[in-house]
């Protein structure tokens, strides 16, 4: 019964630690979103002017933006003008006087450009150049002072003039702001103040998780815990906020909120493709280069031909592999392969028969008789299988034979003994040695090209292969 009880208990605390787990993952998400629409916010602010304009008038104190002065002041002297035009009409004295005020604002709008604080010279170059397209003067200074003239808003019509104003030119007007600069130099920025609850939060879940760590596992002190999961420290830096991206991912990955199986895989086999390349490549160029080196300096030459110079050598049986292996080649060779191409062999023996014996006077004398001109050909097919049969067999009697296997082995002594002599002199030694080395050199290039066209990558796929075999049996 308290078994059950244990186990139920232990069932109930990894749920609550899973939904734990999963709100803290949650909240990670929200504060990422917050924290790349603040980051984002400047750049988009006209596009949530035109279109969200309540989020913007909500969130521009948060940056510390108010609207500029220079130009609020432009545009509130363009609303009193269009009241008292409403009112006197355009020819009235304060419609005058408004007037003039506007000629003399857009002349300082110019000269002052009060736009360049924000970083938007390029909306004051689009008002100029809409009010140049407008009144069809070559200067934005001259189209200005025309367009708030009384005499060509009475031409053109004030109801248009306004309209194409209100219309082309006084949003990108609004566009322009004054943002605040703080008591340290900075401009003003209170998201500090809606970043810091996540920040808290973070904080003490990593506190917990890290005193429950250290509790868990004695011998792990506090920043040995909390650097298990360096990441998770991005969540509580006031600075690189955008970093918290890859603690936000991780987290949404192992509550199983989102499935990076798929890339995590490809991940892996580009890592593992990457690194078996160089690896391959490493330690093939490393093998040949030293198999050279050692060509260069001698050292392969004194172990051939010098045997006491050798290294003990660890024999895994009593079995010499080497004079095995001859030996088994040998047998290969006259027991498998040479009565397969005996007739080819017959055809030899017959050719180089019949070249010797048609120099020879008599044989063509032979063939000039009558009757006796088939002859010649008979007598050297027969004779060719003869000498070929008759080699093969002494051969074969010659392994079998205690005899002709002492006098076999004594003439692969000998012939081993001359071999070794005519390699010791210098000139041949070093024209053997030139030529391995430049073998080598050649093994190493096409080693590395073959490990580069994919030869890795090849090898990775048969493995992942017999991995999903093993899984579906």
Request: hydrophobic letters at 40%; a negative charge; proline letters at 4%.
């Amino acid at each position: 019964m308290s078994s059950k009880l244990a186990r139920r208990k232990s069932s109930n605390s990894e749920l609550r630690t899973s939904w734990f787990e999963r709100l803290i993952a949650i909240l990670a998400v929200v504060n990422l979103l917050l924290v790349f629409f603040d980051l984002s916010y400047i750049t988009l602010r006209d596009f949530y002017l035109e279109f969200f304009p309540g989020l913007v008038k909500v969130y521009d104190p948060v940056k510390g933006i108010e609207p500029h002065p220079e130009t609020q002041n432009y545009l509130s002297t363009v609303n009193a003008l269009e009241e008292e035009v409403s009112q006197a009409g355009l020819q009235s004295p304060q419609s005058e006087k408004l007037l003039k005020e506007l000629q003399q604002l857009s002349h300082r709008l110019i000269a002052d450009n009060p736009f360049q604080g924000a970083n938007k010279s390029n909306t004051l170059e689009k008002i100029q150049q809409e009010m140049r397209t407008r009144v069809g003067e070559d200067y934005a200074s001259d189209a200005l002072r025309i367009f708030w003239s009384s005499a060509y808003l009475s031409q053109a019509g004030w109801q248009e003039s306004i309209q194409f104003f209100n219309t082309e030119v006084r949003s990108l007007i609004e566009r322009n702001y004054y943002r605040d600069i703080g008591r340290f130099g900075g401009l003003v920025d209170y998201f500090w103040l809606i970043d810091l609850p996540f920040i808290i939060l973070f904080a003490l879940e990593i506190l917990a998780r890290t005193y429950y760590s250290s509790r868990r596992q004695p011998k792990l002190n506090w920043l040995e815990a909390i650097l298990r999961r360096w990441y998770d420290l991005f969540l509580v830096f006031p600075f690189w906020r955008w970093l918290r991206v890859i603690p936000v991912i991780i987290r949404l990955y192992q509550t199983e909120l989102l499935d990076l199986e798929p890339f995590r895989k490809q991940l892996n086999y580009d890592f593992a493709i990457s690194f078996a390349e160089e690896i391959a490549e490493i330690i093939g160029v490393q093998v040949i280069d030293q198999m050279q080196e050692s060509i260069q300096k001698g050292e392969v030459a004194r172990w051939l031909f010098y045997p006491e110079s050798r290294r003990r050598y660890i024999e895994v049986n009593e079995t010499n592999e080497v004079n095995a292996i001859a030996t088994r080649l040998v047998n290969l060779s006259v027991y498998e392969v040479l009565p397969q191409v005996q007739p080819d062999i017959e055809a030899l023996v017959h050719h180089s028969l019949e070249s010797t014996l048609s120099q020879s006077v008599v044989y063509q004398q032979i063939q000039n008789v009558p009757g006796l001109s088939h002859l010649p050909n008979q007598l050297t097919e027969e004779l060719s299988k003869n000498l070929s049969q008759s080699a093969y067999n002494n051969l074969v009697k010659a392994l079998e034979d205690p005899v002709g296997v002492e006098l076999t082995s004594r003439l692969m002594g000998k012939f081993k003994d001359a071999l070794e002599a005519e390699l010791q002199k210098k000139q041949n030694r070093h024209k053997i040695e030139s030529l391995l080395i430049d073998m080598l050199e050649e093994i190493k290039l096409n080693y590395v090209r073959s490990v580069a066209e994919g030869g890795v990558e090849k090898a990775l796929e048969e493995v992942d292969n017999l991995h999903r075999n093993l899984y579906q049996a």
